[in-house]
């Protein structure tokens, strides 16, 4: 494994699937170990992967508190970007807010297709709409990590969710739903069940967003939200493999 600039993780593959690059983004207040085995189990296929560790993250929950919703898109079009130099195609993929991201990615860029896991794309806590008058008297609430139905996980969020970062993440959902429509390419959705931090609006939005035809939901029934460390995370692994592979193959309608 090498490591880039902009990336948490980054595969040069091998092999026919090395001209196949992937992004692969964790999402808000979390960190790049959330998506660690989804990124290796692709790289082990010997697909090109980067995991990009988005601005505000695995440092505190301050410093995310300080951080605008476009640097954490810049940081997953930068490692497309790369991707784009050093491959044929490229998928964007991510967790939550992460695969708001890829969303957003495919909509703006020459993305092939996404694979998402419980995107986020509406809040349901109604005192979220006040958020940008509430951060100058609350700066922060307690932390959504960690919602994982398979014991012994962790996947390294902020042990407190900063309220200035989630008016951020209420633009960045708008922004990104307005896009929705623009994507012509297969997505892929992954949906937990039970899932007590994105509400299924959130899924309804998407639905309502992306093209009927383009868009595919397969259903998670043993996990929470961080699905890709719960018990359905094998699900999401080689879902997401014959998925790309359909889509380099030419067949991915």
Not at 222 to 241: K, Q
Request: a negative charge.
């Amino acid at each position: 494994m090498a490591t880039s600039s902009t990336a948490a993780f980054s595969s040069p593959g091998h092999g026919e699937r090395a001209r196949i690059g992937i992004v692969v983004s964790h999402g808000f207040t979390g960190s790049p170990v959330s998506v660690m085995a989804w990124a290796q189990h692709l790289a082990d296929l010997g697909f090109s992967v980067r995991v990009p560790l988005l601005p505000g993250h695995q440092t505190s929950w301050q410093e995310l508190a300080a951080t605008p919703w476009q640097a954490w898109y810049e940081e997953v079009a930068n490692a497309y970007q790369e991707l784009r130099q050093e491959t044929d195609l490229q998928i964007a993929a991510g967790l939550s807010m992460g695969g708001t991201l890829a969303l957003r990615l495919t909509a703006c860029e020459d993305v092939k297709g996404a694979v998402v896991v419980n995107p986020g794309l509406t809040i349901d806590d109604p005192r979220a709409r006040y958020s940008g008058l509430m951060k100058y008297v609350i700066r922060s609430v307690p932390s959504i990590g960690n919602s994982i139905k398979k014991e012994g996980m962790d996947e390294q969020a902020y042990s407190r969710t900063p309220v200035a970062a989630v008016h951020q993440l209420r633009k960045l959902f708008r922004d990104t739903t307005a896009l929705l429509p623009r994507i012509d390419v297969p997505v892929l959705a992954f949906r937990s069940s039970v899932d007590p931090i994105v509400p299924e609006s959130s899924m309804d939005a998407l639905r309502a967003g992306v093209p009927q035809d383009s868009l595919k939901v397969v259903a998670l029934t043993n996990s929470y939200h961080v699905a890709t460390m719960d018990h359905d995370a094998e699900t999401i692994f080689s879902g997401t493999a014959d998925f790309v592979d359909q889509l380099a193959a030419g067949g991915g309608r």
